[in-house]
């Protein structure tokens, strides 16, 4: 079992950036992928971005493509979301998630993580 914790969110102007971590406690962080995932006032929880456990692989949202960077580091238990060039739409709740069970079929989907962190909300100004 794994328990995660972000930090790093704000209010930030558009065209601003942030960087969000997620700390983890427990054993063997290196064999979750972890997930950043949010949710906006009024929507569902989507998916932003992943990164394997083996190899490193990063997959993201179309929407974030070229603008966040998810990077881990595994001697610190620490998954991060490197966020530029922010837009009003990025403005939500940004949650990081976990499981042991990363599959190119369902790694978008909230239900594909076992494990939350209680989010950190990420307001972005026009």
């Known amino acids: 079992q794994v328990q995660l914790a972000e930090s790093g969110g704000g209010l930030v102007q558009a065209g601003g950036l942030l960087r969000l971590s997620c700390a983890a406690s427990?054993?063997?962080?290196?064999?979750?992928?972890m997930g950043w995932l949010r949710q906006a006032p009024g929507k569902e929880r989507e998916f932003v971005a992943v990164?394997?456990?083996?190899?490193?692989?990063?997959y993201y949202a179309d929407s974030v493509k070229g603008r966040f960077t998810i990077s881990r580091d595994n001697a610190k238990n620490t998954v991060y979301l490197q966020m530029n060039n922010l837009k009003p739409d990025d403005t939500a709740v940004y949650y990081c998630?976990?499981?042991?069970?990363?599959?190119?079929?369902?790694?978008?989907?909230?239900?594909?993580?076992?494990?939350w962190g209680q989010g950190t909300l990420v307001t972005v100004s026009s």
């Open positions: 427990g054993r063997a962080f290196s064999t979750y992928a």
């Open positions: 998630a976990a499981t042991r069970s990363f599959s190119m079929t369902t790694y978008t989907r909230p239900s594909a993580y076992n494990y």
């Open positions: 990164i394997t456990s083996i190899g490193g692989r990063t």
